[in-house]
């Protein structure tokens, strides 16, 4: 068992009893703290930096091709603990974008209620494309209810285009040109 | 033209009235502005730095600067006072209610009557105060006056029907009164000391007692070579102790101690009632720093042992006066300073150290000076 190191407590001397030499100390003390720089940040003017593993605002990305990488899948829908999100699914348009007319599916729709969301991150962790991250965007404010929910443009203005190591659909083309698809 | 002449003197009081209030009340707001702004410095913040008037605060340069001090906040800071809604808790003794911020101000606002802010030298060569009221007894009055400022601590407690401020008004009534004794007779010394032993008057007769009867004008012509503090430091100490005290400040502010009586004595006021405890306060300051400076720190004199560099004139009026008030600013800082340095007593803990520590050493103060102003006198007559 550890020993109890006792402290033996020294008597209060004459000048410590009448606390002057520690007010002196104290007056001191927040004197020189007043000459010190202050460490407040003109927010609106200066931003603070933001981590990388900030969860803001969830956004939609696009991939570096500039295409859109939600499928549709409704899964960050399902998996939104305050119900969020809205997707109304559709089909790609193969015309307009033959190199993608294998994915089949996108978002003809894409709705998240900013009064809604909790910033849980859960739809970002869920979502097998990659395509919905929770970024940098900390302060949103709106004068309506109808303003505060982002509609998909509003989403992918918001998102950018984030880098992608996978390119899943382009390696699954190739893949199924060379044969081998699954 | 001879209406003029005969009521002239009826005029010119209200005048140097109206402007010594309007200057009385510009410190006020100001030093609230000064209380924001050192507590914020030395909490490593900023303070108020965005508030700005048209046309002055646009200004290259200089208004910016004026705007980052904040000079413009008390402008909003009065403003927001006024037109916020007023709301008046059902609950309440309306009368006292009402009555309350105003008896808290206006003894503060009373005191600076007998204030001396400045010297000049008339006609005759005699050097005279510069005051609204030239009274002999101007410390009693400023005593007598200025404690009457609790009624308005205690009224507002009582007619607030809730329990906070009614705690928080038993407490400041409870400490006034002890540190008004001990306030008191640390006084003593000092006016027994600028007093005594007497002067020669223009037949060069020697008169006993002081010229100037006690008013505080005889007090800091005493200090002109060594100022009080420097040889009185025990009563020096008293006083300040005592006076942060009665103008309820940190360490001492037990009628408001926010974490314990959430607001205190005012926690029912708000918009413009709140406004005039807050003003009160600050008056009480000013007035207290006033006093301090006249007694112990030598009034408009310039240093200890230095003569006074300005001259005569006019001029050497104006420096005396702005020399006196930049020793008042400092002792507003020292009150804002060390609001930030101690944090606040308990409440047994201001009662002993009121009548246990502070009143037997002014009591002890007063009987050693007064032995040694005897001794003096008996060895030097
Ligand atoms: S962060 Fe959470 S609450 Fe917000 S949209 Fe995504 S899953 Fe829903
Ligand atoms: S964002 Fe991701 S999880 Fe949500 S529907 Fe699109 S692909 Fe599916």
């Known amino acids: 068992m550890a020993k109890t190191k006792v402290l033996e407590r020294k008597p209060l001397s004459f000048a410590e009893k009448t ?20 460490v407040t940040l003109q927010y609106p003017e200066e931003r603070p930096t933001i981590p990388d593993n900030y969860r803001g605002v969830p956004t939609l990305v696009k991939d570096p091709n500039g295409r859109e990488k939600c499928v549709s899948c409704q899964l960050c829908e399902f998996v939104c603990p305050p119900k969020a999100i809205r997707i109304t699914p559709g089909a790609i348009d193969t015309d307009a974008e033959p190199e993608r007319a294998h994915v089949e599916k996108a978002p003809q729709e894409f709705d998240i209620n900013m009064l809604r969301c909790i910033y849980c991150g859960l739809c970002q962790e869920v979502c097998p494309e990659e ?29 950018g285009t984030l ?13 199924e040109a060379a044969g081998n698809a699954h | 033209m001879e209406f003029l002449d005969a009521s002239l003197p009826y005029i010119m009081p209200i005048v140097y009235a109206v402007l010594m209030i309007s ?66 808790p059902g609950h309440v003794n309306k009368g006292y209610y009402y009555l309350a911020p105003i008896i808290a101000l206006a003894p503060a606002l009373t005191t600076m009557v007998v204030l001396p802010f400045g010297r000049y ?48 008004g038993v407490r400041a009534s409870a400490q006034m009164i002890s540190y008004e004794l001990a306030m008191g007779l640390a006084l003593l010394p000092v006016f027994m000391w600028a007093a005594s032993p007497g002067y020669y008057d223009s037949e060069g007769l020697f008169v006993e007692g002081s010229r100037y009867g006690m008013s505080l004008f005889g007090v800091v012509q005493s200090q002109q070579a060594a ?39 005012h926690t029912e006021y708000g ?54 008030m930049a020793k008042v600013f400092f002792m507003i800082f020292f009150f804002i300073w060390m609001r930030w340095t101690l944090p606040r007593f308990r409440y047994d803990q201001v009662m002993s150290l009121g009548w246990k520590i502070l009143l037997p050493l002014a009591v002890g103060n007063l009987v050693l000076n007064t032995i040694i102003i005897a001794l003096y006198d008996t060895l030097t007559r």
């Open chain 1, 163 to 175: 880098p992608d190591k996978h390119f899943k659909w382009d390696k699954k083309k190739s893949a």
């Open chain 2, 271 to 324: 918009c413009f009632k709140f406004g005039l405890f807050f003003v009160a306060e600050y008056a009480h300051i000013i007035m207290g720093s006033g006093i301090f400076v006249l007694l112990f720190l030598g009034g408009w004199n310039f240093l200890p042992w230095v003569a006074d560099p300005w001259g005569d004139g006019i001029f050497g009026s104006v420096l005396s006066v702005a020399w006196f």
């Open chain 2, 227 to 265: 100022w009080t503090i420097l040889w009185q430091p025990l009563s020096a100490l008293l006083f300040l102790v005592a006076l942060f005290a009665e103008t309820n400040r940190l360490p001492f502010d037990m009628a408001e101690s926010e974490t314990d009586l959430v607001g205190g004595f």
């Open chain 2, 23 to 88: 200057v009385f009340m510009g410190l006020c707001s100001y030093s609230v502005l000064a209380e924001r702004k050192v507590s914020s410095w030395i909490q490593g913040r900023v303070g108020p730095n965005r508030t700005r008037v048209p046309l002055v605060g646009h200004i290259p340069i200089l208004g910016n600067v004026m705007t980052g001090l904040g000079l413009f906040q008390p402008v909003a800071d009065g403003l927001k006072f006024l037109f916020k809604e007023e709301i008046v």
């Open chain 1, 19 to 38: 606390f002057l030499p520690q007010i002196v100390t104290g007056l001191k003390t927040t004197f020189t703290s007043m000459l010190q720089k202050g």
């Open chain 2, 121 to 168: 030298v008339d006609a005759d060569g005699i050097t005279q105060p510069l005051v609204l009221a030239n009274v002999d007894l101007g410390m009693l009055i400023i005593l007598g006056i200025s404690s009457l400022g609790v009624y308005g601590i205690v009224l507002a407690g009582w007619s607030s029907n809730s329990k906070y401020p009614f705690l928080g």
């Open chain 1, 131 to 159: 395509a919905i991250f929770l970024q940098d965007i900390f302060s949103l404010s709106g004068y309506s209810r109808e303003e505060m929910i982002n509609n998909k443009q509003k989403l992918y203005e918001l998102g």
